[in-house]
């Protein structure tokens, strides 16, 4: 994704803004580290529950990644963990790889929406 096709979803302006209103530029970017960094580690934690064959935990982590993506306005990367964690205790293996796939692509997507929203803010 270059940076010239890289845009913030109209959920991305309206849940950060209100974030922005409340507690200012700061606020946002503490809120966009934390969400990198958990996003990162949630990453890693549904590569873990894959290769231990544990659909539990990986529709737990997808719950988790539901809800942080929620929160910061990243919806396709909410819809797509909701999907999982309705789903993962009945997908097969191949299946559950090409969800983790596709969460993993929209996460590095709205990771990069953001990055791009944080450019916009005035302090």
């Not at 983790?100 to 916009?120: P, V």
């Amino acid at each position: 994704m270059t940076p010239s096709t890289i845009t913030c979803p109209p959920e991305m302006h309206e849940a950060l803004g209100m974030v922005h209103r409340i507690g200012g530029s700061d606020l946002v970017r503490r809120m966009a580290g934390m969400f990198e960094t958990s996003a990162r580690e949630r990453l890693g934690k549904l590569a873990q529950a894959r290769a231990a064959g544990d659909l539990k935990q990986l529709s737990r982590v997808a719950h988790a990644i539901k809800g942080s993506a929620a929160q910061m306005g990243t919806e396709d990367l909410r819809v797509v963990a909701a999907a999982l964690e309705a789903d993962a205790m009945s997908l097969g293996p191949a299946a559950v790889d090409k969800a983790i796939g596709t969460l993993t692509t929209e996460t590095e997507r709205a990771l990069a929406q953001l990055t791009f929203y944080l450019t916009t803010l005035e302090d």
